[in-house]
């Protein structure tokens, strides 16, 4: 079956921007090379992505005259980017935003940040660069996350938080300064885990342990205990106490 593509006359579609299938774009987009978009996604009016990152001691290359550079954006099918968002390329790895997310008005999301599958991120989120946003996270409206902060998979984080520090898969955070205030029932209910996986790993949290030891055999759990160890946090969240 032929791609169905609604491109508004007003996008600019640069050179090395690639298409695997359907695709709405919006107008006066910009979508800039190198980058590749999934199938089935929904791009805004005035959506900007594939600038190049904001780093100062980089050349900042002007795509949209066929002059590519950079380390390039992949966007994952059914991903939906409202209007006014901005995804910037990679400087060293590829920027990605993972299948079936959502990125809400004016969301930034910054040079070499690694967004998961099924994340929800609100109007006005920022992602810095180099930020890792674990699968089925949700941000909050107007949360900003500092660079190189990994928030892990499930997590929910409050609107208006700056996340300092990393937040632990299925954590529950918010406040200024952040702090981790439980674990995200919801979203362990919804993928699975069982009664007793919930229970351990809303103790091990209460106690200061976030290695997600002894919950590799729960498969709603072990996959993410398995990439949350794997991203090395270096910075963990400190505990508070529910209001």
């Given at each position: 079956m032929t791609p169905s593509r609604r491109i508004h006359p007003s996008a600019v579609?640069?050179?090395?921007?690639q298409f695997d299938g359907d695709a709405t774009v919006g107008p006066g987009a910009v979508l800039l090379g190198p980058l590749r978009v999934g199938n089935r996604v929904w791009i805004g009016p005035n959506a900007v992505i594939g600038t190049p990152p904001e780093i100062a001691s980089l050349r900042q290359n002007v795509a949209w005259d066929s002059d590519l550079d950079h380390h390039g954006v992949v966007i994952g099918d059914d991903?939906?980017?409202?209007?006014?968002?901005?995804?910037h390329q990679g400087s060293?790895?590829?920027t990605t935003i993972g299948d079936g997310t959502w990125l809400l008005n004016s969301?930034?999301?910054?040079?070499?940040?690694?967004v998961g599958r099924n994340v929800t991120l609100s109007a006005g989120v920022r992602l810095g660069g180099h930020s890792v946003v674990g699968e089925h996270a949700n941000l909050g409206m107007n949360a900003s996350v500092h660079q190189g902060r990994i928030v892990g998979a499930g997590a929910m984080i409050g609107m208006g938080t700056p996340v300092t520090?990393?937040?632990p898969p299925f954590g529950k955070a918010y406040g200024a300064p952040i702090r981790l205030r439980g674990v995200?029932?919801?979203?362990?209910?919804h993928l699975g885990a069982s009664p007793e996986s919930l229970e351990r790993l809303s103790a091990a949290y209460s106690a200061g342990d976030f290695t997600m030891t002894g919950l590799d055999g729960d498969p709603a759990l072990a996959e993410s205990a398995e990439w949350w160890r794997a991203q090395s946090p270096s910075r963990p969240i400190r505990i508070g106490a529910e209001p």
């Open positions: 579609i640069g050179e090395g921007v991903v939906v980017i409202r209007e006014l968002s901005t995804v060293h790895r590829t969301v930034y999301v910054a040079h070499d940040s690694l520090r990393d937040v995200n029932h919801h979203v362990l209910r």
